[in-house]
């Protein structure tokens, strides 16, 4: 699933690049970080699939070595889940997976301590939805796949990014073809920051944002970081139909 993903992002940047349009800035959540990484010229397509098969067979293998799963939590801040995940972690694998938006944030980890922290949000008054998915990602239990990533990136060529792209695990830019490989080995088992991506973008001056690929999580999240009086346009390329609306908009 993880290539099929990436190619549906790699075809829709090569649909706008075509079309002359380039990102200053690019950012992927998660698996989306590879067609980041393509977007800013430091990966070619060619190897950004590789990567992402690469990474989606360790973490298959670390899921079922390592069960766990996750829970999205709604309506506490990224402080309030943090004690809760201290809470209930203790003995136990917990972290905060995702920072999705001011309050929406994804835990990770074991079972038996995911369902005491997802207890935990409920009496204090927050929502926890458990999702459903294959394994407990971002998160210690992925630890054994970090240094057989990195060692698979070794003969992979990264390049220094010819634009700026904002990295999961930091939430900040990085040039050095070295220090990419190490980020994202670790992203792995690193917490998506994707709010405070976003927050960088902002402040930034970032005000043209494209989600590219498949339907509009990416937009969503969006929507509920920016200030309400914001004069930032979002638009969504997820295939012909899209980018022709794109095109229109943008003159």
């Given at each position: 699933?993880?290539?099929?993903?990436?190619?549906?992002?790699?075809?829709?940047?090569?649909?706008?690049?075509?079309?002359?349009?380039?990102?200053?800035?690019?950012?992927?959540h998660s698996?989306?970080?590879?067609?980041?990484?393509?977007?800013?010229?430091?990966?070619?397509?060619?190897?950004?699939?590789?990567?992402?098969?690469?990474?989606?067979?360790?973490?298959?293998?670390?899921?079922?070595?390592?069960?766990?799963?996750?829970?999205?939590?709604?309506?506490?801040?990224?402080?309030?889940?943090?004690?809760?995940?201290?809470?209930?972690?203790?003995?136990?694998?917990?972290?905060?997976?995702?920072?999705?938006?001011?309050?929406?944030?994804?835990?990770?980890?074991?079972?038996?301590?995911?369902?005491?922290?997802?207890?935990?949000?409920?009496?204090?008054?927050?929502?926890?939805?458990?999702?459903?998915?294959?394994?407990?990602?971002?998160?210690?239990?992925?630890?054994?796949?970090?240094?057989?990533?990195?060692?698979?990136?070794?003969?992979?060529?990264?390049?220094?990014?010819?634009?700026?792209?904002?990295?999961?695990?930091?939430?900040?830019?990085?040039?050095?073809?070295?220090?990419?490989?190490?980020?994202?080995?670790?992203?792995?088992?690193?917490?998506?920051?994707?709010?405070?991506?976003?927050?960088?973008?902002?402040?930034d001056g970032?005000?043209?944002?494209?989600?590219?690929?498949?339907?509009?999580?990416?937009?969503?999240?969006?929507?509920?970081?920016?200030?309400?009086?914001?004069?930032?346009?979002?638009?969504?390329?997820?295939?012909?139909?899209?980018?022709?609306?794109?095109?229109?908009?943008?003159?």
């Amino acid at each position: 699933l993880q290539p099929a993903i990436t190619a549906v992002n790699l075809a829709c940047l090569a649909a706008l690049s075509k079309s002359g349009v380039h990102a200053a800035v690019s950012a992927g959540h998660s698996l989306g970080e590879y067609a980041a990484l393509a977007s800013a010229g430091s990966l070619s397509k060619y190897d950004a699939l590789r990567l992402v098969n690469k990474r989606g067979e360790l973490m298959h293998r670390e899921a079922l070595a390592n069960p766990g799963s996750m829970a999205a939590v709604l309506g506490m801040d990224i402080e309030a889940v943090g004690k809760i995940v201290a809470q209930a972690g203790e003995g136990g694998v917990l972290a905060v997976a995702n920072h999705n938006t001011a309050e929406q944030i994804v835990i990770t980890g074991e079972k038996e301590p995911l369902s005491q922290a997802v207890d935990l949000v409920k009496e204090k008054g927050g929502k926890a939805i458990p999702l459903k998915v294959s394994g407990a990602w971002h998160c210690t239990l992925m630890q054994d796949a970090v240094d057989d990533f990195r060692q698979f990136m070794g003969d992979v060529s990264f390049s220094i990014p010819e634009t700026t792209i904002l990295f999961n695990a930091t939430a900040e830019s990085e040039s050095d073809p070295e220090g990419i490989k190490d980020i994202m080995a670790e992203q792995l088992v690193s917490p998506v920051r994707w709010y405070d991506i976003l927050l960088k973008m902002m402040a930034d001056g970032v005000d043209v944002f494209v989600e590219v690929g498949p339907k509009k999580v990416l937009t969503g999240l969006l929507k509920k970081a920016l200030p309400s009086d914001t004069e930032a346009k979002l638009y969504n390329v997820e295939d012909m139909q899209s980018l022709e609306s794109f095109l229109g908009a943008m003159g």
